[in-house]
């Protein structure tokens, strides 16, 4: 008995977080590839197979494809600037590190990572505001013609983008921050002596040390991305103007909350899944082995 019992406390421990990962994970996998198949707003007994139509349906939808095309252009700013200015900005505070304002910097730039996006988006609807705005008014008394900001089609999806940096930018500055952290002094020392000045030793002897957190963050910034914009957008815009700010997350939730099309609304997130596994897939099989671990 006590072999038996011996042999199974493995699976003890490790089964409340299969079981987690099961139903939390897998299991609305699973709910969303089944119902974008159906036709089931779920509130009736009413169900029906319908096979593709849903996906068909999607693709043909101009609301779908601008958001997809919005989606794209969110990726395309925001995954860069998440990555190369939170590393400037740890390249700068890593720089003052004997300074005692370097825990004041550090402080004050991942302060607004903590932040609610209902507190950030109140703030910033409040500055971007066209009419009587904060940032209107500073352009008004230094003779600048006032902007429509977030209310403006052209502008929309760059406000969101700016919010959603301001918010969420933090925390990729202090993983790089933990990374030059844990950079040997010895070897700047060394490439010192040897005359390399901040620039070569950045990219010479910093930068391939720091590829295991480069990796990491290039892939979980694409989730983030693709998730931290929802707040934004539903505080901010609301999609609008014209579905000019929306994007395909932001499109799943009003199809499935909003007009109860939970069959368009699965079918969508199938293609998001879809999408992010090719991504993630590409990153690992491009980006893995340039990581340098030793």
């Not at 169900?47 to 043909?60: C, E």
């Not at 931290?228 to 103007?241: A, K, M, N, Y």
Request: with cysteine.
């Amino acid at each position: 008995m006590r072999i038996s019992l011996r042999r199974l406390a493995p699976y003890f421990f490790v089964g409340p977080a299969v079981l987690s990962v099961a139903v939390f994970l897998y299991g609305p996998l699973i709910a969303s590839a089944v119902l974008s198949v159906l036709d089931w707003n779920l509130l009736s007994s009413d169900v029906s197979f319908v096979g593709t139509r849903n996906y068909a349906v999607m693709f043909s939808s101009v609301d779908f494809r601008l958001s997809a095309w919005n989606t794209l252009l969110y990726c395309a700013i925001l995954i860069p600037a998440q990555i190369v200015l939170p590393l400037l900005l740890a390249v700068m505070i890593h720089a003052v590190r004997r300074s005692p304002l370097q825990g004041f910097y550090r402080g004050s730039l991942f302060l607004p990572t903590i932040v609610a996006y209902s507190v950030a988006g109140v703030a910033w609807s409040w500055m971007l505001n066209p009419v009587n705005g904060l940032f209107n008014e500073l352009f008004g008394y230094f003779g600048f013609p006032k902007s429509r900001w977030h209310t403006d089609p052209d502008l929309a999806l760059l406000c969101v983008c700016l919010v959603t940096f301001w918010k969420t930018f933090g925390l990729n500055m202090l993983l790089w921050l933990a990374a030059l952290a844990n950079i040997p002094p010895e070897l700047r020392e060394a490439s010192q002596l040897d005359g390399a000045g901040p620039g070569r030793h950045f990219f010479t002897i910093s930068l391939p040390l720091m590829t295991p957190t480069a990796f990491f963050i290039s892939v979980t910034t694409l989730f983030h991305v693709l998730d931290d914009i929802v707040g934004v957008i539903d505080v901010l815009t609301h999609g609008g103007p014209a579905g000019r700010s929306s994007s395909l997350l932001y499109f799943l939730w009003q199809q499935g909350l909003q007009f109860f099309q939970f069959g368009q609304a699965s079918a969508v997130a199938v293609i998001i899944i879809v999408v992010v596994l090719v991504a993630t897939w590409l990153q690992f099989r491009l980006g893995e082995n340039k990581v340098h671990y030793g």
